[in-house]
T-cell receptor, first 118, second 112 residues
Framework: DTGVSQDPRHKITKRGQNVTFRCDPISEHNRLYWYRQTLGQGPEFLTYFQNEAQLEKSRLLSDRFSAERPKGSFSTLEIQRTEQGDSAMYLC????????????????FGAGSRLTVL | AQSVTQLGSHVSVSEGALVLLRCNYSSSVPPYLFWYVQYPNQGLQLLLKYTTGATLVKGINGFEAEFKKSETSFHLTKPSAHMSDAAEYFCAVMRSNYQLIWGAGTKLIIKP
């Protein structure tokens, strides 16, 4: 178990360019989440998958943001026509489908992908 | 609506001193509460969680937190701070089975 992997760790791009981030979850985890974190703030929920199904995407920040998980394993988050306000850390997390006996769903996070839009 | 408030964006303590990081939540239902730690350029690591049962929860690295329903609080403590504890700490409440609501974080600074 190598944990949740994210790639790239850092991305610098010019305004208007498209960027894509990849997340490889823990292999036994069926649930996958994307969060965004800006400086001085806690993470902000973006979207969530169970296997390949995207069950919640209403929190994606605009129609420039999209996420996929085509085979229920890795996921990608794409931002089209980037803006300077998109500069942030994009965090991926995964969790098992079955919650613990207490009912809590415990997320394991990756190290994040930091985006800087010039 | 659920929310989480962390009092103090920065907390500074001397090495060996007590660490107290405050978290208050609002929730209309019995909450699941979490503390995560984030070291520079790293992801979030679970420190401890409260779900049901004992209100004093022990976590990793000597941290513990007490759930106080009457005060809607879940403060994080450690008896003796170590330089390696310097990091940012986030409190979170589970809103649904897929969404956590987070506080803004508290940066812990350890003075030698």
């Amino acid at each position: 178990d190598t944990g949740v992997s994210q790639d790239p760790r850092h991305k610098i791009t010019k305004r208007g360019q498209n960027v894509t981030f990849r997340c490889d979850p823990i292999s036994e985890h069926n649930r996958l989440y994307w969060y965004r974190q800006t400086l001085g703030q806690g993470p902000e929920f973006l979207t969530y998958f169970q296997n390949e199904a995207q069950l919640e995407k209403s929190r994606l920040l605009s129609d420039r943001f999209s996420a996929e998980r085509p085979k229920g394993s890795f996921s990608t988050l794409e931002i089209q026509r980037t803006e300077q306000g998109d500069s942030a850390m994009y965090l991926c997390a995964s969790s098992p489908t079955k919650t613990s006996s207490s009912g809590a769903n415990v997320l394991t996070f990756g190290a994040g992908s930091r985006l800087t839009v010039l | 609506a659920q929310s989480v408030t962390q009092l103090g964006s920065h907390v500074s303590v001397s090495e060996g001193a007590l660490v107290l990081l405050r978290c208050n939540y609002s929730s209309s239902v019995p909450p699941y509460l979490f503390w995560y730690v984030q070291y520079p350029n790293q992801g979030l690591q679970l420190l401890l969680k409260y779900t049901t049962g004992a209100t004093l929860v022990k976590g990793i690295n000597g941290f513990e937190a007490e759930f106080k329903k009457s005060e809607t609080s879940f403060h994080l403590t450690k008896p003796s701070a170590h330089m390696s504890d310097a990091a940012e700490y986030f409190c979170a409440v589970m809103r649904s089975n897929y969404q956590l609501i987070w506080g803004a974080g508290t940066k812990l600074i350890i003075k030698p």
